[in-house]
């Protein structure tokens, strides 16, 4: 099955710098990549996506990029803030029996510091 | 929209007994899932249902667990008997595939504590 791995597991930055956090995938058939936030007590809430035909995707002060031969893709936030800090999970998708079966990341818990 | 409902939000219990999670999925979303999260596995998915109907059971742990979904509105997770390893925070979500979105859209989880 899939399996996806994800780094850093922790991750602190100032306030304003720009935060990475990348995942490797193991099917080449995953064909969509969401990204969640998971803030304390709360579920995972979906925050950005991409599909397997696209290369970057942005949204404000978060992109993210997918690279299919290496089955590498990245989170980037730039100018950080508080608001920010949770625990993010990358994820790998693919068809499986007629639904889309995602595999998560170990997640990234991520603080930025006023 | 209220979201996704889940209760209790949190159950302890002492081993050996029954427990019986609960979730409303989103009005209109056809699809619905059970992921277990804890530190060591990280989020798992358990069971996902599309039209009430089981689909893939792969990752439920072993026979103490069971699911069902007897309408579009509902559906349980029963651990019977349970065990201190069973000890996690389970997730349901839902979805709307058809459409042509993935998301999936969590509920607030139970946190299960087994004594």
């Known amino acids: 099955g899939e399996n996806v791995e994800q780094h850093p597991s922790t991750l602190s930055v100032q306030e304003g710098d720009s935060a990475v956090i990348k995942c490797t995938y193991s099917?080449?058939?995953?064909?969509?990549f969401p990204w969640y936030k998971q803030e304390l007590g709360k579920g995972p809430q979906l925050i950005i996506d991409i599909r397997s035909n696209v290369g970057e995707k942005k949204d404000q002060r978060i992109a993210v990029t997918l690279n299919k031969t290496a089955k590498h893709f990245s989170l980037h936030i730039t100018e950080t803030q508080p608001e920010d800090s949770a625990v993010y999970f990358c994820?790998?998708?693919?068809?499986?029996?007629?639904?889309?079966?995602?595999?998560f990341g170990t997640g990234t818990k991520l603080q930025v510091i006023p | 929209d209220a979201g996704v409902i889940q209760s209790p939000r949190h159950e302890v219990t002492e081993m050996g007994q029954e427990v019986t999670l609960r979730c409303k999925p989103i009005?209109?979303?056809?699809?619905l899932f059970w992921y277990r999260q804890t530190m060591m596995r990280g989020l798992e998915l358990l069971i996902y249902f599309n039209n009430n109907v089981p689909i893939d059971d792969s990752g439920m742990p072993e026979d103490r667990f069971s699911a069902k979904m007897p309408n579009a509105s509902f559906s349980t997770l029963k651990i019977q008997p349970s065990e201190p390893r069973d000890s996690a925070v389970y997730f349901c979500?839902?979805?709307?595939?058809?459409?042509?979105?993935?998301?999936?859209?969590f509920g607030p989880g139970t946190r299960l504590t087994v004594t």
């Open positions: 979500a839902s979805s709307w595939f058809e459409r042509g979105s993935y998301e999936q859209y």
């Open positions: 009005s209109g979303h056809n699809s």
């Open positions: 099917d080449s058939a995953s064909n969509y």
């Open positions: 994820a790998a998708s693919l068809n499986s029996g007629g639904y889309q079966k995602v595999t």
